[in-house]
């Protein structure tokens, strides 16, 4: 990793307040101007703040990620993408938590004042009073409590794999290229769903890559949602992440719950562990003990990133790409041959062309012959017409004269 990405590790892995947030945001947007971007903060009503690098509207493929952290939870996140039912489960035993700690808070002090001479009624209010207050607080523990001093996978890795593109996207790209960075993931993508419908007009029909936890796990995870399916960008997604670096390109099968579902053309990039039992699974996540980070997973996903942004900004590069190795390959004979068919098909090609303007002549002779034939036609039409018209006229000459000799 660069110097520019060991400083937001060793500085900014903290962004959960204002004030961490507002210190965030200054280093970003001095790295996005040291770059040659220009950078802005997208506020909403939801006091959301994004941070958008670049030009949306000129822009052809987005670059994003989540910066928000959480708070410490209780209870570490735990993410199966090719299994979501586990994930379900395990939030089901999140909940079931705190419900506990509502349970025990309604059932110790309703056993401690059953002893005490207070009335039955008053016992019960003041034990349903402590259940609540004990199952509110467990859940405002992981929402609402002490900021992670460590973030390293969720998801300082992927902003870090941001930095880095940045800071190595060719000049030719760079006004054709932007990147976000959503706040509020944390309860609900809130921020990403906000940006998705306020700039729903420029993000029309471009390509979204999210960036979610690539920090740890050997298995490189791309997931495509709904329109990056089709045939347009799959064949160029599936050329950028070469399944020899490790990449998986999965169009169903994995389920990753990130910003990345909020936009219609998306993929999400994710790395994970695999288990003894064969699943993917990211653990650790919004914990303190979220420190490791492996900078060659950043460097293989931000030189992927770079190849894709060619291949959707220039679909000439991707063609080259995919017929440059065969020409290499190729014997002396073999590029002869080529030559040689070359050849043959222009010959094949002016033969057609000399056919066509043959015939073509020949429409066009035909056609003044019948143009011809049409205006002799009008033209004899005209003159009989003409020639009626004269009888008619010395036959009213010739009938006064016959009637003053039948008067004589």
Do not use: W
Not at 100 to 124: N, Q, R
């Amino acid at each position: 990793m660069t110097a520019k990405t060991n400083e937001l590790f060793s500085k900014y892995q903290a962004r959960r307040t204002k004030k961490e947030k507002t210190s965030f945001i200054q280093y970003i947007c001095s790295l996005a101007a040291s770059a040659g971007y220009l950078s802005s903060v997208d506020k909403s009503k939801s006091h959301a703040r994004n941070i958008i690098i670049g030009d949306l509207a000129e822009s052809e493929i987005v670059y994003t990620a989540y910066y928000d952290t959480s708070s410490a939870s209780l209870l570490p996140s735990f993410v199966t993408p090719s299994i979501p039912v586990l994930t379900t489960l395990y939030q089901v035993l999140i909940a079931l938590v705190n419900l506990a700690a509502g349970a025990l808070g309604f059932a110790v002090p309703y056993l401690l004042l059953s002893l005490a001479p207070i009335p039955a009624s008053i016992t019960m209010l003041i034990s349903i009073i402590l259940a609540f207050a004990a199952f509110v607080g467990t859940m405002i523990l992981t929402v609402s409590g002490r900021s992670r001093d460590n973030s390293a996978n969720s998801n300082t890795s992927g902003v870090a794999t941001i930095v880095e593109l940045m800071s190595n996207m060719p000049e030719e790209y760079r006004n054709r290229t932007a990147f976000v960075l959503f706040d509020l993931h944390d309860i609900g993508c809130v921020g990403s769903a906000e940006f998705a419908k306020r700039h729903k007009k420029h993000l029309k029909k471009k390509l979204i890559v999210n960036l979610d936890s690539v920090g740890v796990g050997d298995e490189i995870v791309v997931s495509l949602h709904k329109h990056a399916k089709s045939k347009k960008y799959r064949p160029i997604i599936e050329a950028a992440f070469d399944n020899k670096n490790g990449f998986e390109v999965c169009a169903g099968g994995v389920s990753i719950p990130s910003d990345h579902k909020k936009f219609k053309t998306s993929i999400c990039v994710s790395a994970f562990k695999r288990s003894k039992l064969g699943f993917l699974y990211l653990a650790n996540l919004n914990s303190n003990n979220d420190t490791e980070c492996s900078g060659n997973n950043i460097e293989i996903i931000r030189d992927a990133l770079l190849k894709l942004a060619e291949f959707v900004i220039d679909p000439r590069a991707l063609e080259e790409a995919n017929t440059l190795p065969a020409v290499e390959k190729a014997p002396e004979e073999a590029v002869q041959t080529d030559v040689q068919q070359t050849d043959e098909a222009e010959e094949t090609a002016t033969e057609a062309e000399a056919e066509a303007a043959d015939e073509e002549a020949t429409t066009e002779a035909e056609a003044e012959v019948a143009e011809e034939e049409v205006v002799s036609a009008v033209e004899a039409e005209e003159t009989a017409t003409e020639t009626e018209a004269e009888a008619e006229q010395t036959d009213a000459d010739e009938a006064p004269e016959v009637n003053e000799e039948n008067k004589e």
